[in-house]
């Protein structure tokens, strides 16, 4: 997403960031979308199991493209918000 614009930019980026995601410890997420929304403005689409997972997720993709504005769209499995708060 230089000042070029291009699509061919904005497809590398997207593709960048999906290879880092799954290629961190932490993360190994498939199911996210990344959508260029416009220049220099990405939006993250899709479920995570935890907020840890959330906040490295967002970590990667700022230390990638810091210059990016990030639309955070995540949310945190609904299973794991169950668990937080059922006790036994």
Known sequence: MNDDGGADDDTYLVGHLHEALLADSRLHEQGLEIVVVSMRRIAIHGEVATAA???????????????????????????????????L
């Not at 990638?64 to 995540?74: F, G, H, R, S, Y």
């Open 53 to 87: 997972r959330r906040a490295a997720v967002l970590e990667v993709v700022h230390s990638l493209a810091p210059d990016v504005d990030v639309l955070d769209d995540l949310r945190v499995s609904s299973l794991q918000r169950d668990a937080q708060t059922e006790r």
